[in-house]
């Protein structure tokens, strides 16, 4: 089976995230209450990009993939693949991503998501806007979705982040 990707590049607008090490009057270098110490999975951060060990992969028999691009952004993240279904939304896979690096989520199911972020350095916490992943299969193969989610400003990008509360990440 031949697989075709339809590529659209998602570039956030209008917000960049741990460019001057804290949120707006704290000073650069200091850690906001809201950072958490350890991954979820309760060990240190990773040191390169990758999935927190231990979680689950969930949303994982697709052809789809997404990336983060976090290569311009002067911070470590924390990343959720979030899904947005009739019953609410869920946390279907979660990363880590240092600053200057990228990592790509593979085999990504078809369905309604959302990226959420946390800079690790100063606390502050994003979501994408809702995306959806695609698929259908054609006499030529299987066309599937291929994302690509910067974390920085880019001018005349399209996809705007909403800032959350800590509670809401």
Same mark, same amino acid.
């Given at each position: ?59 994982? !028999? ?6 983060? !691009? ?100």
């Amino acid at each position: 089976i031949r697989r075709h990707a339809f590529v659209l590049a998602l570039l956030v607008a209008g917000l960049s995230i741990g460019c001057d090490g804290g949120r707006p009057g704290q000073p650069a270098g200091r850690k906001s209450a809201d950072v958490p110490g350890v991954a979820p999975n309760g060990h240190a951060w990773p040191v390169g990009a990758g999935y927190i060990e231990g979680l689950p992969l969930f949303n994982n !028999d697709g052809q789809s993939e997404i990336t983060v !691009d976090n290569r311009s952004n002067g911070s470590n993240v924390f990343v959720k693949l979030v899904e947005q279904g009739a019953g609410g939304s869920r946390a279907v896979r979660q990363f880590h991503i240092p600053r200057g690096g990228r990592f790509t989520l593979r085999d990504v199911s078809p369905g309604n998501y959302e990226i959420r972020y946390m800079d690790l350095s100063s606390g502050h916490a994003a979501k994408s806007t809702p995306f959806r992943i695609d698929e259908r299969r054609t006499a030529a193969g299987i066309e599937y979705s291929s994302f690509t989610l910067t974390l920085y400003t880019v001018a005349n990008g399209n996809m705007r982040m909403q800032t959350l509360a800590a509670g809401e990440f």
